[in-house]
């Protein structure tokens, strides 16, 4: 079984990240697949995440292939 552990501060960043450049990068969907696998999340954070993927589903975070978004 492999252990799977946020680094502290990565949602936050994250978020800041997507909402300055409108793009979820690669790097982000592992973070955001390390939260969704840490049972101990605190509800903040589950929903900051849900307020990121709704903004994925609606087209307002465009999904890219890069590792990140900063070029």
Not at 39 to 62: A, F
Request: charged share 25%; hydrophobic share 50%.
């Amino acid at each position: 079984m492999f252990l799977v552990q946020l680094i502290p501060g990565a949602i936050s960043e994250m978020l800041a990240s997507v909402t300055e450049t409108g793009c979820l990068t690669l790097a982000d969907r592992y973070g955001l697949m390390a939260a969704v696998l840490d049972e101990s999340l605190e509800d903040e954070y589950k929903l900051s995440i849900n307020r990121l993927l709704r903004s994925v589903l609606k087209g307002r975070v465009k999904i890219v292939n890069e590792l990140s978004a900063i070029w």
